[in-house]
């Protein structure tokens, strides 16, 4: 969690981060609290993805 909080700003804005091939990440839509998965873990380009 401390490391997708990094990616925001002190308002809560988005901004540009470094991104850690080594690491796992979670995209949580604030406003519903849905997650973003990639199918099958999948590391390629244009991998699918389900909320």
Do not use: E, F, I, W
């Not at 470094?18 to 796992?24: C, E, G, K, M, R």
Request: aromatic residues 2%; hydrophobic residues 40%.
């Amino acid at each position: 969690m401390a490391t997708l909080l990094t990616g925001l700003g002190a308002t809560g804005t988005a901004h540009a981060a470094t991104v850690d091939p080594n690491a796992s990440y979670v995209l949580v839509n604030r406003g519903s609290g849905k997650a973003l998965d990639v199918s099958g873990a999948s590391t390629a380009d244009r991998a699918g993805l389900s909320q």
